[in-house]
């Protein structure tokens, strides 16, 4: 029987990007051993920068934080790294706090920041 890979869904905001990028850059072997998601165009970013091997989702706006979302609300994703900008008004606000419900309401592991995101290593099992 072959297992199932832990999924990891990584995203970031604009400002953002360029750390999350450098934080996967330095975290990428521990990253390829799961199954990677991410919005599109953090996604973009992390497969050409950080050599990951992922699987890109809608832009946030346009509905790639919705999708990461119900994966949380369908038991497919448990584990969130979203380096949020607490500084910048988005559009799509909604989405980012609906993404953020789920995932605190469904015990997500969630790290916002390179902190955080460095202490979710080495991931365990529920
Ligand atoms: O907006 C985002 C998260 O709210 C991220 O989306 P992108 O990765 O497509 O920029």
Do not use: C
């Not at 989702?57 to 999708?67: E, H, I, T």
């Not at 609300?73 to 008004?89: K, S, V």
Request: glycine share 8%; charged share 25%; aromatic share 6%.
């Amino acid at each position: 029987m072959t297992e199932t890979k832990e999924a990891i869904a990584l995203v970031a905001h604009d400002q953002r990007k360029d750390d999350l990028v450098a934080w996967a850059k330095l975290h990428a072997d521990q990253l390829s051993q799961y199954d990677l998601y991410a919005t599109g165009t953090t996604g973009g970013r992390l497969a050409k920068e950080a050599g990951l091997d992922l699987t890109a989702l809608k832009s946030g706006p346009l509905g790639g934080d919705a999708q990461i979302g119900a994966m949380i609300a369908e038991g497919r994703l448990n584990n969130l790294i979203f380096f949020i900008d607490p500084l910048t008004a988005m559009p799509h606000d909604v989405d980012v706090k609906s993404l953020l419900r789920l995932a605190i309401l469904y015990e997500t592991k969630l790290a916002v920041n390179e902190a955080s995101a460095s202490a979710m290593f080495p991931l365990q099992d529920d």
